[in-house]
């Protein structure tokens, strides 16, 4: 090959290497963008008087004399809107059934909305449910109530052969004729002064309990949870694999025992994590005892499992990775077989090990099936450290699952669901980042 | 009776060769107190499994003198300064035959703690092998380990090993710096004088120089010198030179027997064997 071909073909491949990386990265971007800007959105928000109000009585926090100000005053602004309310309750009265059964419909969808905005209208029984206690904490939700407000959603199954498109109809045509047509322009002029809108800086969202299964509130119990059980996993794993690596490295003859050994360990590191879960469930809860139901004990226990061949591996190839000679050198200086592991070959192997390590813990801290039979729990309050032997715990994992999927109001909550992955993200990203940090510093180190 | 001590009654050599005579060591001191067998193998061969790498090996090597050991690579070399504090162990089809006595005592004994062993043998490698620690850290590691905890008998320690391996003025202002920063040279000194601290009987080097360039080799050569008589000193060594110039006695292996040993004024001007006689006058290597 000559000089030329040569040095084009290095140059393709720098390029083609430095393009790869560059998708990488805005792939990366393309995932983590959205999860940070929304997740952020469950910090910091514009929030109406009613997150102020709820802040205030569930929480005990915000000034309370300018809150009842502001509620004073967005109460004034509302009393417009109930009187209409109860201006055409009364022309309802008046109206013979096939106008009544015209209007009734929409106007119950009408009422919902604004109960949406506002909470419980005059009249209303007290609802049993916090979260329908209290109007739209958030302004951007509020928004959105207003809209249903103005507009009924309807389906055209006008043409059979596509799926039926919805669109929308105009309620201020709807109730044109009727007293109520004026409520809609003034609750659309007015929505600001009823709610009053301020941005917010919510950190009660990571340090708060939630109420009313994450309808108000913070994530913190998940979070205090995700981190027991990660610690809880290593707790176990670590050591445990540390010992399992050097005994594989130092100690075992190779023989039908060891090859045995190490292809279990090899087998072990691809099984799903489902079947962790259930493992962890069929041993560690029903046959062990361990607990004597779901616990964060059980479910670090079955995390530990599931990690162990990783932290096994990485610890492996870290003491493989330890220079001969310098076993060599301890030995012959009159050490022993322990002393010389103790003293040279496991802080030179450290960066590996603790990378391995630091990876797990991120798995740990990520994984949802482990734990679903074994530790978590939905909906919780933040557990204190004497209660992991036995007591379950919410966890990141298993809550960003549960809120996309079981939640029964998993629409009226999206940011929190947001929220929970982000702060799930920015873990194990934090994480690995220290994972690389401390290698970095032992490597150099080690290096002088 | 030592092997070495019968070669001197030897004929001359009719065809003494001019080469040789650059070979001539210098006029070296009798060692009072030396000169006793210190290390001694009968019939002593140590196999890779099945293969026999050294055979049959009888010698004396005697205390505080230096003994070099050459031939040809692949001979054995290393594998019979290894066997001496069983090194070897390390490898793990490498077994012995025949007895290695150490002071009187079987090294391969069952109740041998080669442990103990291997704190009165000490060891420096071909390639310098300092460990990722701070240079004071190096020193003091075998002196830990043998229970020394006090700070000041440690410094005490380190400065004197450091001072007998010719390195305490190169590197005593940078005693906390890591030792890989040391040069190819300083590094292998600084292995020495961490075997030194050890207070050996015995100093083992497996071609101490061979990754060394010549200035440092000179540095490890006038090392030697200054430490002969205080140990007993094997050095294996590819460079006759060398050899020639630190040693007091040398043992010539080839394919594993070992040929012949003698005091090495004698074998190199006088050898007593044909293989001795062309390996050192370089008809083969
Ligand atoms: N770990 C081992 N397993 C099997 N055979 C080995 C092993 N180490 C060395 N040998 C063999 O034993 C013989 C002697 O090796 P040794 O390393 O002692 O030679 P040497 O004289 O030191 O050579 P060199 O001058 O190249 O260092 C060689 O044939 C070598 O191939
Ligand atoms: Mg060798």
Redo the contacts between chains.
């Keep these: 090959m000559n000089l030329g071909t040569r040095k084009l073909l290095d140059r393709s491949f720098t390029a083609l290497g430095f393009g790869s990386i560059v998708i990488m990265g805005l792939a990366l971007l393309v995932v983590l963008a959205p999860i940070a800007s929304k997740g952020i959105g469950a910090i910091v928000f514009q929030g109406t008087i009613e997150h102020r109000k709820m802040l205030l009585s569930e929480f005990g926090r915000g000034d309370a004399e300018k809150i009842s100000k502001e509620e004073a005053s967005a109460k004034e602004a509302r009393q417009k809107v109930f009187d209409m309310l109860a201006t055409f309750d009364q022309e309802l009265e008046q109206m013979d059934f096939d106008r009544q059964s015209k209007y009734r419909n929409s106007y119950e969808q009408v009422k919902s909305a604004l109960r949406g905005l506002y909470g419980p209208l005059p009249g209303d029984t007290e609802p049993a449910l916090m979260r329908f206690q209290y109007g739209q904490t958030r302004w951007d939700k509020a928004e959105e109530k207003l809209h249903e407000l103005l507009y009924e959603q309807k389906w055209d199954y006008s043409n059979p052969d596509v799926i039926a498109k919805p669109y929308d109809v105009s309620r201020a045509a709807e109730f044109e004729g009727t007293s109520l047509v004026k409520l809609f322009s003034y609750v659309e002029e007015n929505l600001d002064r009823m709610m009053l809108p301020e941005w917010t800086i919510y950190w009660g969202f990571i340090t708060d309990s939630s109420i009313d299964a994450h309808f108000f509130g913070g994530i913190w119990p998940e979070i205090q949870g995700t981190i027991f059980l990660a610690i809880g996993a290593m707790l176990f794993a670590f050591p445990l694999g540390v010992i399992a690596a050097i005994y594989f490295t130092e100690y075992a003859r190779d023989g039908f025992l060891t090859s045995m050994l190490r292809s279990a360990n090899s087998t072990l590191a691809g099984v799903p994590s489902i079947v962790f879960g259930l493992f962890g469930l069929a041993f560690f809860i029903n046959t062990m005892h361990v607990s004597h139901s779901k616990s964060v004990l059980a479910g670090s226990l079955t995390l530990a499992i599931m990690v162990l061949p990783t932290i096994i591996r990485a610890a492996e190839e870290a003491i493989l990775a330890v220079p001969k000679t310098y076993k060599e050198a301890s030995l012959s200086l009159g050490s022993t077989k322990w002393n010389t592991i103790v003293t040279v070959i496991l802080p030179a192997a450290l960066p590996g090990i603790l990378t391995g390590g630091v990876i797990s813990l991120g798995r740990a801290a990520g994984e949802t099936a482990p734990i679903i039979f074994t530790a978590a729990v939905s909906v919780g309050t933040a557990i204190g450290i004497g209660d992991v032997l036995s007591s379950p715990t919410p966890a990141l994992s298993w809550n960003i699952y549960n809120l996309a999927s079981e939640h029964e109001a998993a629409a009226e909550i999206r940011h929190v669901q947001y929220g929970m992955v982000l702060s799930l993200v920015t873990i194990v990203l934090l994480l690995n980042l220290s994972a690389i940090i401390l290698r970095a510093r032992i490597s150099k180190k080690l290096k002088g | 009776m030592p092997m070495a001590l019968e070669a001197t009654g030897m004929k001359k050599k009719s065809n003494d060769s001019a080469v040789l005579d650059i070979y001539l060591p210098p006029e070296r001191k009798k060692i009072e107190g030396g000169g006793k067998p210190h290390v001694v193998a009968k019939n002593f061969s140590i196999y890779y499994g099945e293969f026999e790498a050294v055979k049959k090996v009888n010698a004396d090597i005697l205390s505080k003198y230096v003994t070099a050991i050459i031939g040809p690579s692949g001979c054995g070399k290393s594998t019979f300064l290894r066997a001496i ?1 069983r ?1 070897n162990d ?1 490898i ?1 089809n490498c077994h012995t035959t025949g007895a290695l006595m150490f002071d009187g005592e079987d090294v391969y004994g069952k109740f041998t703690d080669e ?2 062993l ?3 043998i ?2 420096v ?1 071909q ?1 310098p ?5 701070s240079i004071f850290d190096n020193i003091a ?2 002196p830990r ?2 229970g020394v905890k006090d700070r000041k008998t440690l410094e005490g320690i380190v400065e004197q090993s450091l001072r007998k391996a010719a390195l305490w003025d190169e590197v005593s202002d940078r005693l906390d ?5 040391l040069s190819g040279g300083q590094q292998q000194r600084l ?1 020495v004088a ?2 030194l601290a ?1 207070e050996p009987e015995i100093l083992l080097l497996d071609e101490p120089t061979s990754a060394l360039d010549p200035k440092a080799t000179a540095k490890i050569e006038d090392l030697i010198q200054e430490l002969r008589g205080s140990y007993t000193i094997m050095i294996v060594t590819h460079n006759m030179q060398q050899a020639s110039r630190v040693s007091d006695y040398t043992m010539f292996f080839y394919e594993g027997v070992l040929v012949e040993h003698a005091p090495t004024a004698e074998l190199f001007t006088r050898p007593k064997d044909k293989m001795t006689e062309d390996y050192i006058t370089g008809r083969f290597s």
């Design positions: 504090n090194m390390l793990p442990v103990l291997r704190k009165k000490g060891m490698f390639k092998n300092p460990f990722p620690k590691y075998g380990l043998h710096k890591n030792a890989l920063g292995c961490r075997t050890v």
